[in-house]
Nanobody, 125 residues
Framework: QVQLEESGGGLVQAGGSLRLSCAASGRTFSRYAMGWFRQAPGKEREFVGAISWSGGRTKYGDSAKGRFTISRDNAKKMVYLQMNSLKPEDTAVYYC??????????????????WGQGTQVTVSS
């Protein structure tokens, strides 16, 4: 069993930055890939990015490339999402997720086994 808790969301102006954090507890953190997704009202959950168990590989969704960075600290059981140059269209609930499968950087919602409750990010224009 894995518990995930996101934090760091809030209200920010367009062009600003936020750093989301995800704290994990339970099974060995360093053995699973981690991902970030987001969901805006009325829209499907969207892949933001993923990081391999070692942190050596990352993958990003098109909306995140060049602006967002995923990192992890296995000793602290934490994963982070640094978001820069935020836009109003980045407004959504952001979720972190854990995957115990074999893929290094899974990008499908169904690939992930555990999910956090989400944290709201609102970007004003």
């Amino acid at each position: 069993q894995v518990q995930l808790e996101e934090s760091g969301g809030g209200l920010v102006q367009a062009g600003g930055s936020l750093r989301l954090s995800c704290a994990a507890s339970g099974r060995t953190f360093s053995r699973y890939a981690m991902g970030w997704f987001r969901q805006a009202p009325g829209k499907e959950r969207e892949f933001v990015g993923a990081i391999s168990w070692s942190g050596g590989r990352t993958k990003y969704g098109d909306s995140a490339k060049g602006r967002f960075t995923i990192s992890r600290d296995n000793a602290k059981k934490m994963v982070y999402l640094q978001m820069n140059s935020l836009k109003p269209e980045d407004t959504a609930v952001y979720y972190c997720a854990a995957d115990f499968g074999l893929a290094e950087t899974p990008f499908g919602v169904r690939d992930y086994d555990y999910w956090g409750q989400g944290t709201q990010v609102t970007v004003s224009s």
